[in-house]
């Protein structure tokens, strides 16, 4: 079974129900380790990190203990698009050795609908691992969702005719010394530039979340650092999705105000997520017809 | 385990259909079955790995079965591990009176990735018996079975390298199976397809794991077994393995680094890193034996070495860290080699940074095949110029 969006206390009652009406001896849990729930069960747990899953001295351990009288929970496990991952593989070796399997993730995608098929593929054994995301194939696995639904909300920020003046000639700087740099620090070094001017505008009553904490304020945490629920004002996003998806897991926050200044960097990322924002919806429009 | 069976279908590629009738152990025991009943010479590859292991053990479980005899055939190239050596005894001696043992100790150049001084290592070379690894085996096929006239050679630059003896051994056979334990399920859709796109006719059926090679087919009986159908074989029968899988098991490789092959070339050479903790004597042979294995103990792994990552600090770009390494090239007899391919290809910083990997890696024969299209960047820059 996959069940989207839900919380650990929901996912422990769910476990514990399931263990207890099929007698299940143990669970296994395979997590990376931030979203490592501790569960309370009646019976042995034993938890697998993520980076630990690929290596030997757990899978073949796992491949042998993994049986129908076993509980194996995928938790959170959709961290990377490539479909063939190892890491996805030995999952579904584990996967294949027991009836007893809970699938929990968040959100269903990380950029597109394809991404769901991992954890369909999960779910169905891989018989479809050949085959794109498709709605027919939907009734081969049972779904529940909770849906999140992401709304944004943008906090303009005004900024000055030298600051523009500084972010084109960056800009420049920027594209003609790339040499063999990743191209995607263009984006992430502009935005250093607008973070300088969002600054000012950082009101002391609020929490926000930044990259990293490079003004030492605070009330600004990091992505990485964030451990629990709240709400926080985004002070500029992430370059990567899955960075900001395991955000928006550990907050649980849905109302995401961001900090948006006229820099043409702040609207390409603000649009990109908008853009993202609708995938998601798709996403659960294409999940729940 | 699940067994994939091919059918007809209303396409030219053969579909893959799965059937719970039979897991790919009892579909491995049919394919053996049809094997003996429709060759009377067979040859089974052994290479002391685990894929190869099992598959000689279920060739021999047949042969004995039914009394006959066949061939177990290791192409030895001298630079290996000793357990590996010790693999190849075992199964050799495992069912004795059914077994031809075809160990093949013969001249032959190998690739060596780590040195470009020593860009080749012949394997038991005329008049360097000292500094062989070890010693030939006395039952060892020391000569060539075929005449100097008839022996062919694939590239005249490389010399009589591995894949050439493998031909002109296989052709002094006419009408053999050569069993190879080749696995293309669950590990590289490429290899499956190159596996099951050509059927080949034998006995009025069409086999999908197998090719005609002149007069002789190359049969992969466990081309659909997966690698933990591989370690259960293992296990259920109580088969003996090669103790690098044990090393490399406590080691945390990950799955897909867990290989047993040669130790130099220039897919393997990283297994030299860990070789003086896993067989320290054999380690100190090999560096006896050739040049650069020290470096490559040291820097294996290193993304600024031989993997090539990431540029050295001294030059601002691929394409001139590249000229340099063409330039100052040692092998000036086979540096033209490299010239003349990368005149074909595109000029980028993305193909300039594969060149130099085949250039520190030696690779002359082109085993490490350059990706030649233009550079992704180049197209994410303009799009970040544009945008931003």
């Given at each position: 079974?996959?069940?989207?969006?839900?919380?650990?206390?929901?996912?422990?009652?769910?476990?514990?129900?399931?263990?207890?009406?099929?007698?299940?001896?143990?669970?296994?849990?395979?997590?990376?380790?931030?979203?490592?729930?501790?569960?309370?069960?009646?019976?042995?747990?034993?938890?697998?990190?993520?980076?630990?899953?690929?290596?030997?001295?757990?899978?073949?351990?796992?491949?042998?203990?993994?049986?129908?009288?076993?509980?194996?929970?995928?938790?959170?496990?959709?961290?990377?698009?490539?479909?063939?991952?190892?890491?996805?593989?030995?999952?579904?070796?584990?996967?294949?050795?027991?009836?007893?399997?809970?699938?929990?993730?968040?959100l269903p995608i990380i950029d597109s609908i394809d991404d769901f098929m991992i954890?369909?593929?999960?779910?169905?054994?891989?018989?479809?691992?050949?085959?794109?995301?498709?709605?027919?194939?939907?009734?081969?696995?049972?779904?529940?969702?909770?849906?999140?639904?992401?709304?944004?909300?943008?906090?303009?920020?005004?900024?000055?005719?030298?600051?523009?003046?500084?972010?084109?000639?960056?800009?420049?700087?920027?594209?003609?010394?790339?040499?063999?740099?990743?191209?995607?620090?263009?984006?992430?070094?502009?935005?250093?530039?607008?973070?300088?001017?969002?600054?000012?505008?950082?009101?002391?009553?609020?929490?926000?979340?930044?990259?990293?904490?490079?003004?030492?304020?605070?009330?600004?945490?990091?992505?990485?650092?964030?451990?629990?629920?709240?709400?926080?004002?985004v002070f500029e996003l992430c370059h990567n999705f899955i960075d900001f998806i395991?955000?928006?897991?550990?907050?649980?926050?849905?109302?995401?105000?961001?900090?948006?200044?006229?820099?043409?960097?702040?609207?390409?990322?603000?649009?990109?997520?908008?853009?993202?924002?609708?995938?998601?919806?798709?996403?659960?429009?294409?999940?729940?017809? | 385990?699940?067994?994939?069976?091919?059918?007809?279908?209303?396409?030219?590629?053969?579909?893959?259909?799965?059937?719970?009738?039979?897991?790919?152990?009892?579909?491995?025991?049919?394919?053996?079955?049809?094997?003996?009943?429709?060759?009377?010479?067979?040859?089974?590859?052994?290479?002391?790995?685990?894929?190869?292991?099992?598959?000689?053990?279920?060739?021999?479980?047949?042969?004995?079965?039914?009394?006959?005899?066949?061939?177990?055939?290791?192409?030895?190239?001298?630079?290996?591990?000793?357990?590996?050596?010790?693999?190849?005894?075992?199964?050799?001696?495992?069912?004795?009176?059914?077994?031809?043992?075809?160990?093949?100790?013969?001249?032959?150049?190998?690739?060596?990735?780590?040195?470009?001084?020593?860009?080749?290592?012949?394997?038991?070379?005329?008049?360097?018996?000292?500094?062989?690894?070890?010693?030939?085996?006395?039952?060892?096929?020391?000569?060539?079975?075929?005449?100097?006239?008839?022996?062919?050679?694939?590239?005249?630059?490389?010399?009589?390298?591995?894949?050439?003896?493998?031909?002109?051994?296989?052709?002094?056979?006419?009408?053999?199976?050569?069993?190879?334990?080749?696995?293309?399920?669950?590990?590289?859709?490429?290899?499956?397809?190159?596996?099951?796109?050509?059927?080949?006719?034998?006995?009025?059926?069409?086999?999908?794991?197998?090719?005609?090679?002149?007069?002789?087919?190359?049969?992969?009986?466990?081309?659909?077994?997966?690698?933990?159908?591989?370690?259960?074989?293992?296990?259920?029968?109580?088969?003996?393995?090669?103790?690098?899988?044990?090393?490399?098991?406590?080691?945390?490789?990950?799955?897909?680094?867990?290989?047993?092959?040669?130790?130099?070339?220039?897919?393997?050479?990283?297994?030299?890193?860990?070789?003086?903790?896993?067989?320290?004597?054999?380690?100190?042979?090999?560096?006896?034996?050739?040049?650069?294995?020290?470096?490559?103990?040291?820097?294996?792994?290193?993304?600024?070495?031989?993997?090539?990552?990431?540029?050295?600090?001294?030059?601002?770009?691929?394409?001139?860290?590249?000229?340099?390494?063409?330039?100052?090239?040692?092998?000036?007899?086979?540096?033209?080699?490299?010239?003349?391919?990368?005149q074909r290809h595109l000029t980028n910083e993305y193909v300039a940074r594969q060149?130099?990997?085949?250039?520190?890696?030696?690779?002359?024969?082109?085993?490490?095949?350059?990706?030649?299209?233009?550079?992704?960047?180049?197209?994410?820059?303009?799009?970040?110029?544009?945008?931003?």
């Amino acid at each position: 079974m996959i069940a989207l969006g839900l919380t650990a206390v929901e996912k422990e009652v769910m476990i514990a129900e399931y263990c207890q009406e099929h007698s299940i001896r143990k669970v296994f849990v395979l997590s990376p380790i931030r979203f490592r729930p501790l569960f309370e069960l009646p019976c042995e747990v034993e938890y697998i990190e993520w980076a630990e899953i690929i290596m030997y001295k757990f899978f073949y351990r796992l491949l042998q203990e993994i049986n129908n009288y076993t509980l194996l929970v995928i938790n959170e496990c959709l961290r990377i698009q490539d479909r063939n991952d190892l890491t996805y593989n030995c999952i579904r070796h584990f996967l294949n050795q027991t009836k007893n399997q809970f699938v929990f993730q968040y959100l269903p995608i990380i950029d597109s609908i394809d991404d769901f098929m991992i954890l369909f593929d999960f779910d169905t054994r891989s018989k479809w691992k050949r085959d794109a995301f498709c709605g027919a194939l939907l009734r081969e696995c049972e779904i529940e969702i909770k849906r999140v639904n992401v709304s944004w909300r943008e906090v303009r920020v005004e900024t000055n005719a030298a600051t523009t003046k500084t972010y084109a000639r960056e800009k420049r700087r920027l594209i003609d010394d790339i040499r063999l740099r990743d191209p995607h620090t263009i984006p992430r070094n502009l935005y250093l530039i607008s973070g300088k001017e969002k600054v000012k505008s950082i009101e002391i009553e609020s929490q926000y979340v930044g990259r990293n904490n490079r003004f030492g304020l605070d009330n600004m945490r990091t992505y990485r650092d964030i451990s629990g629920t709240g709400q926080y004002v985004v002070f500029e996003l992430c370059h990567n999705f899955i960075d900001f998806i395991d955000f928006m897991s550990v907050s649980r926050q849905v109302e995401i105000p961001v900090m948006v200044s006229d820099l043409k960097v702040d609207q390409w990322y603000y649009d990109r997520y908008q853009a993202w924002g609708k995938r998601l919806v798709d996403a659960y429009s294409a999940l729940q017809p | 385990m699940i067994v994939i069976k091919h059918g007809e279908s209303d396409w030219s590629m053969p579909i893959q259909r799965y059937s719970r009738r039979l897991n790919v152990l009892e579909a491995t025991r049919e394919r053996m079955v049809f094997i003996f009943d429709s060759f009377e010479q067979i040859i089974v590859s052994i290479s002391g790995g685990k894929d190869s292991t099992c598959m000689a053990h279920l060739a021999l479980s047949e042969a004995q079965r039914r009394g006959r005899k066949i061939g177990l055939h290791f192409l030895d190239e001298e630079v290996v591990y000793e357990s590996t050596v010790e693999q190849i005894e075992y199964l050799m001696g495992l069912f004795p009176e059914n077994v031809a043992k075809i160990w093949l100790q013969i001249e032959f150049r190998l690739t060596n990735a780590t040195s470009v001084e020593d860009g080749q290592l012949i394997c038991w070379e005329a008049g360097k018996h000292k500094l062989w690894m070890r010693p030939k085996k006395p039952y060892a096929i020391q000569h060539r079975m075929w005449s100097e006239e008839s022996q062919t050679v694939r590239n005249k630059n490389k010399g009589f390298g591995f894949y050439d003896v493998i031909e002109n051994f296989e052709r002094c056979y006419n009408g053999a199976a050569f069993l190879v334990g080749l696995r293309a399920a669950g590990e590289s859709p490429n290899r499956w397809r190159a596996v099951v796109k050509n059927p080949v006719h034998i006995a009025d059926r069409d086999v999908y794991w197998g090719t005609k090679k002149d007069k002789n087919y190359s049969l992969y009986p466990i081309y659909d077994w997966n690698f933990h159908d591989v370690w259960k074989y293992v296990y259920d029968e109580g088969l003996r393995y090669s103790k690098v899988y044990d090393w490399q098991f406590r080691k945390g490789y990950s799955i897909n680094q867990m290989r047993v092959s040669s130790l130099i070339h220039e897919r393997a050479f990283k297994s030299i890193c860990d070789l003086p903790e896993f067989e320290p004597k054999t380690y100190n042979r090999l560096c006896k034996r050739i040049k650069g294995i020290a470096l490559v103990q040291e820097t294996g792994k290193s993304a600024k070495l031989f993997a090539c990552r990431k540029l050295p600090k001294n030059y601002r770009s691929w394409i001139a860290f590249r000229d340099f390494l063409i330039q100052t090239h040692p092998d000036q007899e086979r540096v033209h080699l490299f010239v003349e391919r990368y005149q074909r290809h595109l000029t980028n910083e993305y193909v300039a940074r594969q060149q130099c990997r085949q250039l520190l890696l030696n690779d002359y024969e082109n085993n490490l095949p350059i990706d030649n299209k233009p550079d992704p960047r180049e197209a994410l820059i303009q799009y970040y110029d544009e945008v931003l």
